[in-house]
């Protein structure tokens, strides 16, 4: 912020320095001041926001969760997504659970996650994984958090034909849910 609040009194001094006509005060404006005052309401800091994962913001993703949770009866947030990879992409899910649940409702969570993400990107990722937290277990970061499950969506269940089979409708694909605990 502070260098900031430099930068703009740089820019003003410019201004009493050079000739103000119309066309120098436009530039000035328009390149320098402008920006600045833009810019400067990003710098406050909201104290109220927190950093804790246990009430993480709504993540904008492909997946309607509250209509998924109505399908399968089980109460889960989104915590992150990433889309990695050119053209096929690897969709990479982080979900957190609330209650703990068995091996065959978290293929079911898994599989409705992966069809809801499929009818709105059709042939559009190669494999899909999904990391599952309890939120009990959630620490500051994801990465300090203890996944208990994963699943994953790959053509023939195998992670050495991602890439080099195609997509076709998702048919060859299989769904594998591991627990890690």
């Known amino acids: 912020m502070i260098i900031k609040l430099q930068s703009l009194k740089r820019a003003l001094l410019k201004c009493k320095r050079a000739v103000m006509n119309k066309k120098d005060l436009k530039i000035t404006l328009f390149f320098f001041i402008l920006p600045l005052i833009l ?31 109505s399908q399968t009866g089980i109460s889960f947030k989104i915590l992150k997504t990433e889309s990695i990879g050119y053209t096929p992409l690897h969709k990479f899910y982080w979900v957190c659970l609330k209650d703990k649940i068995n091996k065959q409702r978290l293929e079911t969570l898994a599989e409705a996650i992966i069809k809801e993400t499929i009818v709105l990107k ?55 849910c591991t627990f890690l605990e």
């Open 39 to 69: 810019l400067l309401p990003s710098c406050k800091k909201n104290p109220a926001e927190g950093t804790t994962l246990k009430t993480p913001p709504l993540v904008g993703t492909e997946v309607d969760v509250k209509k998924i949770e």
């Open 122 to 176: 059709p042939n559009t990722y190669h494999s899909f994984t999904i990391h599952f937290f309890w939120e009990n277990e959630l620490r500051e970061t994801i990465g300090k958090s203890p996944c208990f499950a994963r699943a994953t969506f790959l053509p023939e269940g195998n992670w050495q034909k991602v890439g080099r089979l195609p997509i076709d409708d998702y048919k060859n694909y299989k769904l594998s």
